[in-house]
């Protein structure tokens, strides 16, 4: 039974997160071309012919350097679910970048024809925790949901005791 109501929780976390992705129009969203994944919060795009290093908004993963568990499979799902993708699209905030001058965005990329947020997909599969510093962000709420479902269902990070902490990731 509790298998049951976990599987409805996601399919009804998965419905909302479809109809608030499908809220968002693509021809107000900045389209850049894809360059490379840095770590599983991290990519690099091309904007006007410059590199640029973006930061998913909201979005903690574990750190490759310190050899933090799951840093290198968080790497690996954004590399899997960015490797047909030419473009990504990046939907920006009221704070454009962080303190190492990364731009902050939301990334959305296509999936079957479907816009999908990056953002979300890391946090929902257990490759990142919620991590919010700034002032009204639009999608924390959509984002914590996704959070708690994953947390519940014990997925990736949430499945190593006491690596999730208030602070962050704690080395077992």
């Not at 049951?4 to 850049?32: A, D, Q, T």
């Not at 903690?60 to 790497?75: C, F, H, M, Q, T």
């Not at 990329?109 to 929902?124: A, C, G, P, Q």
């Not at 269902?153 to 080395?171: D, T």
Request: aromatic share 8%; with cysteine.
């Amino acid at each position: 039974m509790k298998q049951k109501i976990k599987n409805l929780g996601i399919i009804l976390l998965s419905c909302f997160m479809l109809v608030s992705c499908s809220k968002v129009n693509v021809k107000k969203l900045e389209k850049v071309s894809m360059s490379k994944v840095i770590d599983g919060d991290t990519i690099l795009v091309s904007i006007d012919g410059k590199n640029e290093a973006v930061r998913m908004l909201l979005v903690d993963a574990p750190e490759i350097r310190g050899d933090y568990p799951l840093s290198n499979e968080a790497k690996d799902f954004v590399k899997e679910r960015l490797k047909d993708d030419e473009y990504v699209y990046l939907d920006r905030d009221n704070q454009e970048r962080d303190n190492a001058g990364r731009i902050l965005a939301y990334v959305y990329h296509y999936d079957n024809r479907k816009l999908k947020m990056l953002n979300d997909e890391v946090i929902s599969n257990g490759f990142g925790i919620v991590s919010n510093t700034y002032e009204n962000p639009k999608y924390l709420k959509e984002l914590i949901k996704s959070q708690e479902l994953s947390k519940s269902s014990g997925k990736n990070i949430w499945g190593i005791e006491g690596y999730v902490n208030e602070n962050g990731y704690k080395k077992p």
